[in-house]
């Protein structure tokens, strides 16, 4: 199995391999739950499974049970895989018996010295986050990226590649996850949420609110979300249908991408109901629907479309939703629709 949002990733790999060019050290990069490790576990079972990757041969099955983002509760240097020839690194319990923020020098030496020892198989090490390391730590490293040995593969994993010195760039070649905002991704995260919760929320909708990253988009629904995101849509109907309280928005503070969100939902379904004819079940969306006209629900939800599309930019998405909660505040009773213009496309 392989994530939608990998494939291109994915290929790039692939192509390395078939072709023989798999260099000594590898970087992958993508924002945070984008899936870099289940990105470099496909790529190690591609490389050890003799079916490439079957996912049911003794090599697929022992590799699936390495959990190395587990918390242990002591301190390790490295941490070795279920399959005897792969290792990882990542940053451990300090002396205070905290998480530390870096990877240290004793880690990257202790990582580069059970790599080093000569065997016949291939032999991988994994550090995540490579962005973790700190000066020490990235200088030992960049020693060993030096001297290459043979049959040897180090994969780095790093959320901003730019936060990497540039002579352990220069080392690897690199291959980045990007988001993801199309369809079949949004049909894998439809079958990978709730049922209940698939009801309310459209996936690409969640999609963009998670910036595109579909592992974000599930964690979203954990928890508190679903509960605030009521609230929002119960303050958004209210806004409408007393346009006094879109001065009381302090609910949205910090939540202005989900409020959007939230809001394209909201127009998406009153177009529906409108074209459909139906009534809903929330009765505040109807009375608001009932006095609206259908061209100012559709002008209105291609503005809020286009403020989010902007939030992937460097806007200040306040003002962003306060132009859009503006017009939606008179939506039951404007007599033309007002340009919206985001100061920041000019
Ligand atoms: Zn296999």
Redesign the pocket.
């Known amino acids: 199995m392989i994530f939608p949002w990998h494939k291109s990733a994915y290929s790039k790999l692939k192509k390395m391999i078939d072709q023989n060019h798999l260099p000594h050290a590898l970087l992958i990069t993508g924002v945070e739950k984008i899936g870099k490790f289940e990105l470099t576990q496909k790529l190690i079972?591609t490389l050890l499974?003799?079916?490439q990757?079957?996912?049911?041969?003794e090599?697929?099955l022992t590799l699936k049970k390495d959990n190395p983002r587990e918390v242990l509760e002591h301190s390790a240097l490295i941490r070795r895989s279920h399959y005897p020839n792969l290792i990882f690194c990542r940053s451990e319990l300090n002396d205070s018996g905290t998480i530390s923020k870096d990877i240290r020098v004793d880690q990257v030496r202790a990582f580069c010295e059970s790599l080093g020892k000569t065997a016949d198989a291939l032999q991988i090490g994994v550090i995540f986050y490579a962005d973790q390391m700190n000066a020490n730590a990235a200088n030992s490293l960049l020693k060993t990226l030096e001297e290459p040995r043979r049959n040897t593969l180090i994969i780095l994993l790093a959320h901003n590649a730019n936060s990497l010195p540039a002579t352990i760039l220069s080392r690897c070649q690199s291959v980045h996850i990007n988001p993801t905002y199309d369809q079949e991704s949004a049909s894998w995260l439809s079958q990978n949420i709730d049922k209940e919760v698939r009801a309310d929320f459209d996936a690409l909708q969640l999609l963009e609110g998670a910036h595109g990253v579909p592992f974000k988009a599930i964690k979203d629904l954990e928890g508190d979300y679903f509960f605030q995101y009521q609230s929002w849509q119960n303050l958004l109907l209210e806004i409408a249908i007393n346009p006094t309280r879109v001065n009381e928005t302090e609910l949205f503070d910090g939540n202005e991408l989900q409020v959007l969100s939230c809001l394209q939902q909201l127009l998406t379904e009153g177009i529906k109901l409108k074209v459909l004819k139906y009534d809903s079940a929330n009765l505040e969306l109807n009375k608001v629907i009932e006095k609206t006209s259908q061209r100012y629900l559709f002008k209105l939800l291609d503005d809020t479309s286009r403020a989010i599309a902007l939030s992937k930019t460097t806007v200040n998405m306040k003002l962003l939703l306060d132009n859009v909660l503006i017009v939606w505040s008179h939506i039951t009773h404007l007599k033309h629709y007002p340009t919206i213009t985001h100061t920041q496309e000019f």
Do not use: M
Not at 53 to 57: H, K, L, N, R, V
């Open positions: 079972q499974c003799e079916e990757s079957c996912g049911q041969c090599v697929c």
